[in-house]
């Protein structure tokens, strides 16, 4: 029976990939595409942030089913913004223990919903063995031990309370590495390696997995280097990030007999979980959101929630703005309207959306249910201006153009929480900007709805198995469920 690899590669681009293909520099992606089937529309999840991608990738749904609304976001339970560690200095600004505490047990064990299973769990319930190697989402049914490294104790001063769950296997760099049976060499794990979430040390645990004979059933391998490079080189030099990302894929391969072998033993699934856009080089690329709400009494970071109107956690290419003060909404909203450098700007209305076009106020609301289908066999009903969020009737059937499977996502993120929340997107070239957050002047960056964001590249090989299309990521967790389902008839 065949195993399943599953190959997470942060910010990859299916134009940058062809690009490289064509150029023939990525020999492993070119033999991966070459033997299998490739797809260059697949559509990943809104916001197009780490967290609420992860989330959905291992529960096949979106954030208003799982409940985790982005990279930051502001919990009114604890009346708190929660940051998964995005930024140093806004990380510093909110407690690097609580940052901690948040990534490392609380989005896993309280912020995804209960109501839903992951990936992880599925297997396990069917017998099958996982690994998951430095994902940030990991739920399972085993409990792992974290242990902070030395100086990260030291400056963290943090204790985590209870273990945290994860698959059979589950690494999270120097902080939790079980069931890996050798030593993983210091210098792939230290802090200038960023405590082990890298590449190397992602390729290292795979490969010693498949040669000490112990590779799971499934293995979720994370690769974030390229979205770091890209971040400050920009999407236009992305090539040679990705020659390095196809050669820690070709030291996988190499790991088998052959090339070959390695289809025979194993099902390679590649993907992306969002693109970035390139923003421009000169400051007013940046929309700076505390300039924009200055007339208001905007939640600083650091600060107790008290008298204020509002709080704005940033994700880059898109923001969650949260009145506290429901009188205060048209007002908020009268304000973020007159900025034309927003691309839009969506709330939630009676069961649906309302959405508006920053600059020329085109508006169109939406809600599920209706007798508008789109190409994924979602219905909708839809009153307005469709050409604010470029969607079009062809055949009868609904397309989405610039803002890939819109309706669902902007909807999953609004309904991922209960309370106000009206979600602000970047024109393309543009980024937000708010005190302390970090920005990217002439590289790159993601967050929003918009295609160069939104849009990922899928290749599947070593099996027939058929998958929804065109696909979306959240297709993949019963993509795979099925295929081991399929083996075992
Ligand atoms: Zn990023």
Not at 5 to 25: G, Y
Request: hydrophobic letters at 35%.
């Amino acid at each position: 029976m065949k195993k399943i690899i599953l190959l997470l590669v942060d910010s990859l681009m299916p134009s940058i990939l062809e690009d490289c293909m064509r150029q023939k520099t990525v020999p492993a992606l070119q033999f991966l595409k070459d033997r299998g089937r490739y797809w260059s529309n697949c559509v990943t999840v809104f916001p197009t942030m780490t967290a609420s991608v992860d989330s959905s990738l291992l529960t096949g749904v979106y954030p208003d089913v799982h409940r985790v609304p982005g990279l930051v976001w502001y919990n009114p339970e604890e009346k708190a913004i929660i940051n998964y560690l995005n930024g140093w200095k806004c990380v510093r600004k909110l407690g690097l223990s609580a940052c901690a505490q948040n990534v490392l047990y609380n989005l896993n064990e309280k912020h995804l919903s209960k109501e839903i299973t992951t990936l992880f769990e599925e297997l396990e319930c069917r017998g099958k063995t996982s690994a998951s190697i430095n994902t940030i989402i990991h739920r399972g049914n085993k409990k792992h031990r974290v242990q902070l490294p030395f100086l990260m104790n030291l400056a963290t001063g943090f204790r985590l309370h209870g273990d945290i769950s994860g698959p059979d296997v589950l690494t999270l760099g120097a902080m939790v590495q079980t069931n890996v049976k050798q030593r993983i060499p210091s210098v792939i794990q230290g802090c200038r390696r960023r405590y082990g979430i890298n590449d190397k040390y992602a390729v290292h645990v795979a490969k010693q997995l498949i040669q000490s004979n112990s590779q799971p059933d499934f293995m979720l391998v994370y690769l974030p280097d390229n979205d770091h490079e890209i971040h400050i080189k920009g999407p236009i030099h992305a090539e040679e990030s990705l020659i390095r990302v196809d050669q820690h894929i070709q030291e996988i391969l190499n790991v088998f007999d052959s090339w070959d072998d390695a289809l025979n033993q194993c099902v390679f699934i590649v993907t992306s979980d969002h693109g970035q856009t390139h923003i421009g080089k000169e400051e007013e690329f940046n929309i700076d959101l505390d300039k924009l709400l200055e007339s208001f009494r905007v939640l600083q970071l650091g600060e107790d929630v008290n008298d204020h109107d509002l709080v704005v956690c940033n994700n880059e290419r898109m923001a969650y703005i949260y009145p506290l003060k429901p009188d205060k909404q048209p007002q908020i909203l009268r304000h973020l309207l007159s900025e034309a450098r927003m691309d839009l700007i969506a709330w939630k209305e009676d069961r649906g959306v309302s959405v508006r076009e920053g600059g020329s106020g085109r508006a169109v609301y939406f809600e599920p249910g209706g007798s508008n289908i789109d190409i994924y066999g979602t219905t909708w009903n839809i009153t307005g201006e469709w050409a604010t969020l470029d969607v079009k009737f062809n055949e009868g059937i609904l397309h989405y153009g610039d803002y890939p499977d819109v309706l669902s996502r902007l909807y999953g993120a609004l309904y991922s929480q209960d309370i106000p929340v009206i979600v602000v997107t970047a024109r393309p070239r543009y980024e937000f900007k708010s005190r302390l957050y970090p920005v990217h002047l002439n590289g790159g960056s993601h967050g929003s709805l918009h295609k160069y964001d939104s849009t990922i590249p899928l290749i599947i090989t070593g099996t027939e198995h058929r998958i929804n299309e065109p696909p979306r990521l959240i297709d993949l967790k019963s993509f795979i469920i099925n295929i081991f389902e399929n083996f075992s008839k």
